[in-house]
């Protein structure tokens, strides 16, 4: 439950405005426009004021406050809120207010306010499909128009479609207005937030993108519907600068923020304030639960940075910004591993993993899908529950992942990876990703089989030995020997360990070390393979760094490296 604890109260003055002219008609005159607008205003007004004293009783923070931003107070709570129906007072209040803004849409089309409300109290009144045959009929600003129609579109669970009337609206909008909706300042951590709005609007656009790249809920989902609900809450913002909310107060840069960050409720209640407060009553509203931090942990807002599934943090507990998607009632994790081989001026991206989370069904989908550098995505099945999957990619970074998504318990298990492109050394020498096998299936002698017998994801047992799979690129013509090594070290020792050690009143750690001379004949333009494995029987549970690099003859040296965690 997400809630807003108000603090304070104001009066709202309302202000009215003339309609802008509707075109293919006869305009009312301004006296009639701004008339017509005042009593829209006032009715909207009326119906808020209705709703806020017929609000249901209880609620409060019982002191608790996450995040205070001006007037409000914001927690998070697990628990979804339970409300009761709305009361059928408020239902006709809305009907009400909804045929005096039809009616007055009728001789103001061209009208952006009514035009929005028209929309907005039906998605309001839950009659999303009637928002969208209004939002489809709309008269006023062209962009406006296609903004209502994503607000639509998105409520309907038709992120696609949202997306494409969000482009639209963007492609039509003033630069100076698109700018202002685009400013994703209140989503990005401290520092990030800092360097962004000291950039011009147009630099603005690359972190903007890297944004939305990396948060994106679903790679495999046919847009991003963060991206849209963020719209969404734009086209709530502009509506409600000029018109009364539910809570007391005029609108202001906190509520402003607040619906930014965590999105429009779910509903209200109302409780009375303790004896000497500054008013009477105050009001708790409540977002969607569960939901989820679906942003980038702040390193990654690097262009150079790369992450394992660690760089993301869903159940962050006070993060900047929070969405609950419509289609997906609880995110799990996956077990996943990822490699990388190259295929001449392409890369095969191959992964294995297993979803065990207990509400996935049988017959879950899964894929292997990735957002490439432009924004598009690619995906190719990856065989339910637990699976392996290949797909080929010609340009990075790319955000790569596996999702299994089981429509009727409404879960999505994810794990993700961010890629760039496989490093080339001197010379051309170089290696693939290290791949992890079961190395109690024997050795495999081709990238094919080694995916077979791939782990799903960095933990594996240490009373197993672990295979090694990995490939070599720019060999010599004529052939050519290299030494190998191999090591396996440790790297979550802990001060009070080393301490320990030191002292000995605890084993010291025991490095794995090999190394070899590895001669391979000619193989023009071919990739080399090698398989090996390691007995890990003697090391303790804890994380763990393998490198394998090769040291050629002019002892120049290349080298790949996976992390991983031994348990009992």
């Known amino acids: 439950m997400h809630a807003v604890l108000l603090v304070l109260s104001f009066q709202l003055g309302l202000v009215a405005q003339p309609a802008p002219r509707a075109q293919g008609r006869a305009a009312p005159s301004v ?61 006709r209040r809305r009907a009400e207010l909804l045929a005096t803004l039809d009616a007055l849409g009728e001789r103001h089309p061209g009208d952006d306010w009514i035009a929005g409300m028209r929309v907005h109290y039906r998605i309001d009144a839950k009659r999303p499909a009637s928002a969208d045959s209004v939002a489809r009929s709309c008269g006023a600003t062209s962009w406006w128009c296609l903004a209502l129609l994503g607000y639509a579109d998105h409520r309907l669970g038709r992120a696609a479609a949202a997306e494409s009337a969000f482009v639209g609206a963007f492609a039509t909008m003033p630069d100076t207005e698109a700018c202002k909706w685009r400013d994703i300042a209140v989503l990005l951590p401290s520092n990030t937030r800092h360097y962004y709005e000291g950039l011009s609007c147009e630099a603005r656009r690359a972190v903007e993108d890297r944004y939305w790249l990396l948060s994106r809920p679903q790679l495999a989902a046919p847009a991003n519907d963060w991206r849209t ?69 702040e390193p990654l807002y690097d262009t150079s940075a790369t992450a394992q599934n660690d760089g993301w943090e869903l159940e962050a507990r006070v993060p900047e910004a929070r969405y609950s998607p419509r289609l997906v009632g609880h995110v799990a994790p996956v077990a996943m591993q990822v490699a990388r081989f190259r295929r001449g001026d392409s890369v095969l991206v191959v992964s294995a993993h297993a979803a065990s989370h207990d509400s996935l069904g049988a017959a879950a989908d899964a894929v292997l899908a990735v957002v490439l550098p432009d924004g598009t995505t690619r995906q190719v099945p990856a065989n339910g529950r637990v699976g392996r999957a290949r797909l080929m990619v010609e340009s990075f970074p790319v955000l790569a992942g596996v999702e299994v998504a089981d429509t009727v318990s ?38 094919d089989a080694a995916l077979e017998a791939a782990v799903p994801g960095d933990t594996l ?41 030191l002292l000995r009143l605890a084993e010291p750690d025991n490095p794995l070390r090999l190394r070899w001379n590895d001669a391979r004949p000619a193989t023009p333009g071919q990739p080399i393979s090698r398989a090996i494995s390691l007995d890990v029987s003697n090391q303790s549970p804890g994380k763990y760094r393998i490198t394998v690099g090769l040291i050629r003859a002019d002892q120049s040296v290349v080298a790949s490296t996976r992390v991983i965690e031994l348990k009992d």
Do not use: H
């Open 31 to 91: 006296a009639d426009s701004t008339r017509d607008l005042r009593l829209a205003r006032s009715a909207q007004a009326s119906f808020e004021r209705a709703r806020r004293y017929d609000l249901p009783e209880g609620g409060g923070s019982i002191g608790r406050c996450d995040v205070r931003l001006g007037r409000y107070c914001w927690w998070y709570d697990e628990v979804p809120p339970d409300l009761p129906p709305e009361s059928e007072q408020i239902t």
């Open 229 to 297: 609900e963020f719209y969404v809450r734009r086209v709530l913002t502009n509506l409600y600068r000029q018109a009364t909310s539910t809570l007391q107060g005029a609108w202001g840069r906190d509520n402003e923020e607040l619906l930014l960050r965590y999105g429009w409720p779910i509903g209200w209640r109302r409780y009375q304030t303790p004896y000497g407060s500054l008013m009477d009553i105050s009001i708790t509203e409540y977002q969607p639960v569960p939901s989820y931090n679906f942003a980038p942990v």
């Open 410 to 447: 409404r879960t999505l298990a994810r794990a993700r990876t961010l890629l760039r492109a496989p490093e080339r050394a001197g010379g051309g020498l170089a290696l693939s990703d290290l791949l992890l096998f079961r190395a109690a299936e024997g050795a495999p002698e081709s990238i």
């Open 461 to 501: 047992s240490r009373s197993r030995p672990i295979g090694i799979y990995w490939e070599t690129y720019g060999i010599a013509e004529s052939g050519e020997s290299f030494d190998v090594g191999v090591t396996l070290e440790r790297i979550d020792r802990s001060w009070i360990r080393g301490a320990k050690q």
